[in-house]
């Protein structure tokens, strides 16, 4: 148990670390930055099986194939309700009043997303450790990179977003079109390591890949928006 804890949470709280301090010039408070790594590690994770359920329940009612309710969730309903929820993070009152530069959000989006990422590891570990310490250990080890990566890169975009609509004083409308990147990221990332008509391995490998490029592009745009404001 004690593995399973720090497989879950230890990369995702290296990655949080990694992600705060890719800004180099009026980094952001500690403070604010716990804050959405517990958001996304608790209400989130909470928020989002709830929405989850009404929906596959109403999913339910209109497909009798347990396969199409399976993909269904896997590719919409589970990447809807997760990067609906996990954003709310930023609209806390001290996140919210911390956003202040274009590049916030996408920090404090991702910071959310990773505190996600490590209840889900945990749920997902625990079911590994009935298949024995090896096989607990590569597919935790794979879940630490390609589910922490993936949740950041697609809770950033929507963080951003709503960073912008902060800063510029507009409508939160202006939200929608990140949120919707976001979520066909997420469900993308899912399709790819879901369905084995592409390849079990390489469906994985090339999920990794793109979640690799996902979160250097994140990264890379904190960066260039750092400097703008020196």
């Known amino acids: 148990m004690i593995l399973l804890f720090a497989f879950a949470f230890l990369p995702a709280v290296i990655y949080a670390i990694w992600i705060r301090n890719t800004e180099r010039y009026n980094r ?66 001290t996140v919210k009043r911390e956003i202040d530069e274009l590049e916030d959000g996408l920090i404090y989006g991702a910071v959310a997303g990773l505190g996600f990422s490590a209840t889900e590891n945990l749920f997902y570990g625990y079911s590994f450790l ?53 979520v066909f990221i997420h469900a993308f990332y899912n399709f790819l390591v879901s369905f084995e008509f592409i390849g079990l391995i390489s469906g994985l490998v090339m999920a990794l890949i793109f979640v690799a490029i996902s979160i250097r592009l994140v990264r890379n745009k904190i960066r260039k928006l750092d400097m703008s404001n020196r």
């Open 28 to 93: 952001e408070r500690w403070v604010p930055i716990i804050i959405c790594f517990l958001w996304g590690a608790t209400v989130a994770v909470v928020a989002s099986i709830i929405l989850e359920i009404i929906l596959e329940i109403s999913l339910a009612t209109s497909f009798e194939s347990t396969n199409l309710i399976g993909l269904s969730t896997a590719i919409l309903i589970a990447p809807f309700a997760e990067e609906l929820v996990k954003p709310f993070a930023l609209r806390t009152k």
């Open 130 to 182: 009935s298949e024995g310490l090896l096989v607990f250990l590569v597919l935790i080890i794979i879940r630490s990179f390609g589910g922490c990566l993936l949740h950041a890169s697609a809770t950033a975009l929507t963080g951003y977003g709503y960073g912008k609509t902060i800063i510029n004083g507009k409508s939160i409308i202006r939200v929608i079109p990140f949120f919707i990147i976001a």
